[in-house]
């Protein structure tokens, strides 16, 4: 031991004699109280409030408490929870009021629940998407800035697939991001009215090639929940 630290070590001393305090070695705690960083559950707990808050942003009140208890679509939730490059994109289809957006949200929220390492989410519909991608809806660096962000957000939501009337320009923002999307293997939460059979009709077989591929579909059934109010 060098003087110096001798002469710490000795000063130490003589203040904790001065004010009497206890050295006596106390247990040492080897795993940190669940509420304190450091321990699993303290973590898992910031993740997923974190998730949960990203996902109440960007999800519409009416969604907001969504939950699902479809099989299949839990099933996804969980694939994409647990390793997101692993996991296929989702296609819910059916007729009105079945419950499509309403179990994509619900998949949606279950993910973060999971308290994922990482939550980025988007949601869109369709018809909003072509209008804030249309030339004059903003400057070109922004409508840019939208794309790119629903091209690469790591967990994208697009509602109402088949709802415009499609056209060259409409077919080719599909394609730009179902491309993309397909090539990067990024799950793609997608719901549609028409069944998948009308797709390669509705917007061209190279649209519907790669959502057939890409995706799980499953069919939401039963009568319009709206009606049954
Ligand atoms: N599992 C559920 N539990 C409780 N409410 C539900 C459930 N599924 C759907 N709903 C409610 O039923 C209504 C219709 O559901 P939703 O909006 O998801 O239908 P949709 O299939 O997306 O319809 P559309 O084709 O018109 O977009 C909503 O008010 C929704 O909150
Ligand atoms: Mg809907």
Redesign the pocket.
């Known amino acids: 031991m060098s003087t110096r630290d001798a002469d710490l070590l000795h000063r130490l001393r003589h203040i904790i004699d001065q004010k009497g305090l206890d050295t006596t070695p106390g247990p040492v705690e080897d795993d940190p109280h669940p509420d304190l960083p450091g321990h699993p559950e303290f973590h898992h707990r910031q993740r997923v409030n974190s998730a949960l808050s990203r996902f109440e942003t960007t999800t519409p009140p009416?969604?907001l408490t969504?939950s699902?208890e479809h099989p299949q679509v839990c099933d996804w939730a969980d694939r994409v929870a647990a390793d997101p490059t692993q996991a296929p994109s989702l296609m819910l289809w059916?007729?009105?009021?079945?419950?499509?957006?309403?179990?994509a949200y619900g998949a949606v929220r279950r993910i973060a629940l999971k308290g994922p390492a990482r939550f980025a989410f988007v949601a869109t519909t369709f018809p909003d998407l072509y209008a804030a991608l249309r030339p004059g809806a903003a400057t070109d660096e922004e409508r840019e800035r939208h794309l790119r962000r629903v091209l690469n957000v790591p967990l994208l939501l697009l509602?109402?697939l088949g709802t415009t009337k499609s056209s060259a320009w409409t077919e080719e923002v599909t394609y730009r991001i179902v491309n993309q999307r397909y090539n990067r293997m990024l799950p793609t939460l997608i719901?549609s009215?028409p069944p998948p059979a009308a797709l390669p009709e509705l917007l061209g077989d190279r649209i519907a090639s790669r959502l057939i591929e890409m995706t799980t579909r499953v069919e939401?059934n039963g009568q319009d929940?709206?009606l049954r109010r």
């Open positions: 009416r969604y969504a699902t059916g007729g009105t009021g079945t419950g499509k957006t309403h179990a509602d109402d719901t009215n939401m929940r709206r």
